[in-house]
């Protein structure tokens, strides 16, 4: 079975430009997460989506958003990229029983 | 809040011998709790969850047990090796009794930075 697949794997944008990564979840997962990984950070919650509506929200501005789309696929949007937005985004799939949570590659943004 | 402590934040053994990581976390009302190892630049690959309502896990080399009361959970690797090499991360998952869900989400820690030498 495939895992969970992210595009782009690298990005370099501008800041103040928006910037759209994509998830793939594990087939017949129907919950994905979205978390940002910084050095000095750590690894925080972004959102999860279960059947395309958004369960649970972290502590992040209005700038970041995102949805999930009937076949699973989840994207997340960042408008008005600033430089601390450059990080390792990973997106997590699950079955949503067990919960248990498996990684995809990451997209690593730069701002520049 | 839940919070998710990991002692220590890096650790350096020769290979062959056994470890143990620490992982703590402030709340107790957790669902699960999951143990990740992530190698540099790469994603997260899943090692053990344990339920709220087990005590321990095995998979291979690897051991992880869970005292919910105490708010703690060690991950134990045997015979360790090179390939181990990589960050630990402990993540729990809230039971979302409190706060109407909104601690449903899961919290991770810094890490253990594991290096095994030969």
């Known amino acids: 079975k495939a895992g969970v697949t992210q595009t782009p794997r690298y990005l370099i944008k501008t800041r103040g430009q928006q910037v759209t990564l994509s998830c793939s979840p594990i087939?017949?997962?129907?919950?994905v997460s979205w978390y940002q990984q910084t050095p000095g950070q750590g690894l925080q919650f972004l959102f999860e989506?279960?059947?395309?509506?958004?369960?649970n929200k972290g502590n992040f501005p209005g700038r970041f958003s995102g949805r999930q789309f009937s076949n699973s696929r989840s994207e997340m949007n960042v408008s008005t990229l600033e430089l601390g937005d450059s990080a390792l985004y990973l997106c997590?799939?699950?079955?949503?029983?067990?919960?248990?949570?498996?990684f995809g590659p990451g997209t690593r943004l730069t701002v520049t | 809040k839940q919070e998710v402590t990991q002692i220590p934040a890096a650790l350096s053994v020769p290979e062959g011998e056994n470890l143990v990581l620490n992982c703590s976390f402030t709340d107790s009302a957790i669902y699960n709790l999951q143990w990740f190892r992530q190698d540099p630049g790469k994603g997260l690959t899943s090692l053990l969850l344990?339920?709220?309502?087990?005590r321990e896990q095995t998979s291979g080399r690897l051991n992880a047990s869970l005292d919910k009361s105490s708010g703690r959970s060690t991950l134990y690797i045997a015979a360790s090796q090179p390939g181990d090499s990589a960050t630990y991360l402990c993540?729990?998952?809230?039971?979302?009794?409190?706060?109407?869900?909104?601690?449903?989400?899961?919290?991770f820690g810094k890490g253990t930075l594991l290096t095994v030498n030969p």
């Open positions: 344990i339920q709220s309502s087990q």
């Open positions: 989506y279960f059947s395309e509506t958004q369960r």
């Open positions: 087939s017949g997962h129907r919950s």
């Open positions: 993540a729990v998952r809230g039971s979302g009794t409190n706060s109407g869900g909104s601690n449903y989400k899961l919290t």
């Open positions: 997590a799939s699950s079955l949503g029983t067990s919960w248990e949570q498996y």
